[in-house]
């Protein structure tokens, strides 16, 4: 390990250390359920009682965010088989009615709940507390009236803006059931997701703006009504100016009206909404979670792991089709302030999330791996160049943060700034490591696994391995685990997907190395892996060196095995405006992966493609790609709406094997 490597870029002060919300929790904790008493620096021990007194470690947690059980629960974890975990028996409450508690106080009443900026305009408009309140009371009882109830879906096809935490919330606060698609979802893919849970009210924009134009998205929204035969109610929200198609109710006649809102009571398993993986080899999976476990849980990594409250502005660039939307709305859930964008991350400059930063006066920022890379790309000085003075922490997610990355926020960002780099996934809504406000910050590496996550490295025969590269495996339930996967009564598609490798024992799909110190590395995804001479890598190792070439936009590494036993291991790659992939370049590719990986990661063959394709989240996809590679025809390798560019798959056919 390198000199770099075993000094912390960053260490938390002292005093800010022991002033942070986790630090307090912990010494709650050790008074009241035994925990082991805080020491700074110490973070370890704390993490292992957390996993080894799930019972303790939740039920301090439920007290110390005073959660509002209208009827108490007879159990913390009265099954702790995976899947199948019983959370909370007996207990009722509202997920909506916690996140709206906080506008209850006078003293917050007038204070901004949140922070919307879009392209045409930086400076924020504010929406406070007792308007969510008064907005979410009337659209609930509008629902009410329009006979939507607890176990009825309800659709949105609404961008990052205040009207779909709105929209959610009312929904939550009448029990029935939320999902949503970012509005630049084409009508096939939407419809690939809300045919399976057959909605019964639309909230529809009409269109949207991104990257300096408009957007009409009035045939999808006619398509989506003609295809989802159990629409008995679509909500018109006309971001740009439209009257309202025939049949469907005005937005801001449902949401006008002097109102405070209720809240049903529902038992903590009760759904609250339904997120959907990205689908790439077929229908994505419906995945289904709770009321109480993601109240909980969001109250945990919010307000314990980002140490998010009261005071705090919360801004982090997703759109409605990522989980990290229902978890911008873990701000909400802890009294802090968040900050909505509805725009392209990159307009008009390649600063613009920054700016929407600095503007909004943003404490936690969080936004992608990369989205820091393209920063770096492209030479922005944001710490120099903007008032950055009141952010403390960032937060990155989406793919792993090269050591670059840490570089450059450090160097250009600000010295002295928390880094929260974190993973885990839509699958929980929630993340498995991530960050702690009590522990440095080493290059590269993720500080630590979460509170009352059991998060370990597994070798193949199942063995736990610090050190070296193994999956990544959570041992003990967590409570915003799937309860379901919709339309899966026997629960075998939930099975298959997380438990077939190692039988009650969550297996997430992700190679990572838990390190001597306790922090965690990611290498990428366990089902792409790459595996040349019985040594196995990970394609994010590869992407960093290579896309540190300012010749090289964007890149792609496929692993596949060969039928006469070989292995090829081409490298695709899309180059920057200008360049051209000669001689020079391949072998500048070649010497960088050999002398900063080793000999074992430079590819086969290196070639240029026009474009990437990724998922409607924006990862780059590598198992359809390989399955193209294998022989497997274009319309079975992948689902073509779960695709950003579906065209760009097409360049891949030629190099079948």
Not at 335 to 355: E, F
Not at 404 to 419: A, C, K, P, V
Not at 611 to 638: C, M
Request: hydrophobic content about 40%.
């Amino acid at each position: 390990m390198s000199s770099e490597q075993n000094a912390p870029l960053w260490t938390p002060d002292p005093e800010r250390a022991a002033a942070s919300r986790l630090a307090a929790f912990q010494r709650f904790a050790a008074e009241y359920y035994g925990a082991p008493k805080a020491v700074a620096g110490e973070y370890a021990e704390f993490h292992r009682w957390s996993v080894e007194h799930l019972d303790d470690f939740w039920s301090a947690l439920t007290q110390w965010y005073d959660v509002r059980f209208s009827t108490p629960p007879t159990a913390v974890l009265a099954d702790a088989s995976m899947p199948g975990a019983s959370w909370f028996p007996g207990a009722r409450l509202n997920y909506a009615q916690h996140v709206l508690r906080h506008g209850e106080d006078p003293h917050n009443a007038d204070t901004a709940a949140i922070l919307h900026v879009d392209e045409s305009s930086p400076t924020p408009r504010v929406t406070t507390w007792s308007e969510l309140r008064r907005q979410v009371g009337s659209l609930a009882a509008e629902l009410r009236r329009l006979g939507v109830g607890p176990g009825d879906r309800v659709s949105a096809y609404v961008p990052n803006v205040p009207q779909a935490a709105v929209a959610l919330l009312a929904t939550a606060a009448v029990g029935a059931i939320w999902t949503s698609c970012a509005p630049d979802f084409g009508a096939r893919s939407v419809l690939d997701r809300f045919q399976q849970i057959e909605p019964v009210l639309l909230f529809a924009v009409d269109g949207y703006r991104y990257g300096g134009k408009q957007h009409d998205r009035s045939e999808v929204v006619a398509e989506l009504r003609r295809e989802l035969p159990t629409l008995r109610h679509v909500v018109h929200i006309p971001l740009l100016g439209t009257e309202a198609p025939e049949g469907a109710l005005e937005w801001d006649e449902l949401t006008g009206a002097v109102a405070v809102p209720v809240f049903e009571q529902l038992p903590f398993d009760h759904p609250l909404w339904v997120l959907y993986s990205s689908g790439t080899t077929g229908l994505p999976k419906a995945i289904v979670q709770s009321h109480g476990g993601i109240t909980v849980e969001h109250l945990k990594q919010a307000g314990l792991h980002l140490d998010l409250g009261s005071g705090d502005r919360f801004f982090w660039y997703t759109s409605t089709g990522w989980m990290m939307w229902n978890f911008l709305l873990a701000g909400l859930l802890v009294g802090a302030s968040i900050v909505t964008y509805d725009g392209s991350p990159g307009y008009p400059s390649p600063d613009a999330q920054w700016r929407i930063a600095a503007e909004a006066g943003v404490t936690v920022y969080g936004t992608s791996a990369a989205y820091v890379m393209a920063c770096k790309k492209a030479e922005v000085h944001p710490g120099r160049d903007l008032d950055l003075s009141r952010l403390r922490a960032i937060g990155t997610t989406g793919s792993p943060l090269p050591p670059d990355g840490f570089r450059w926020i450090y160097e250009e960002i600000n010295s002295d700034i928390w880094l929260a780099s974190v993973s885990g996934g839509t699958d929980v809504c929630s993340c498995f490591v991530g960050g702690v406000p009590t522990l440095p910050v080493y290059l590269g590496e993720i500080q630590a696994p979460s509170l009352g996550a059991a998060v370990e490295a597994w070798d193949v025969s199942g063995k736990p391995v610090v050190g070296e590269v193994g999956e990544l495996v959570v041992t003990k339930p967590i409570p915003s685990m799937p309860i379901r996967f919709w339309n899966d009564p026997e629960g075998v598609r939930y099975r298959e997907s997380y438990f077939e490798m190692f039988p009650g024992v969550w297996r997430h799909g992700d190679w990572i190395t838990v390190t001597e110190r306790g922090t965690v590395v990611i290498h990428g995804r366990s089902d792409s892996t790459l595996n040349r001479q019985g040594v196995r890598m990970g394609s994010a190792d590869i992407y960093e060196v290579v896309e540190r070439l300012p010749a090289i936009k964007e890149s792609l590494v496929i692993g596949l095995e060969q039928p006469d036993g070989g292995y090829w291991m081409p490298l695709f790659v899309v180059l920057a405006e200008g360049a051209e992939l000669d001689d020079d370049l391949r072998a500048a590719v070649r010497d960088a992966l050999c002398t900063q990986l080793s000999p074992r990661h430079v590819p086969d063959e290196i070639i240029a493609v026009p474009a990437l394709p990724h998922t409607l989240t924006g990862k780059r996809i590598e198992v359809p790609v390989k399955r193209i590679l294998a022989g497997t025809p274009l319309a079975q390798a992948v689902n073509p709406g779960s695709i950003d560019n579906p065209d760009a798959l097409r360049a891949f056919e030629q190099y079948r094997r």
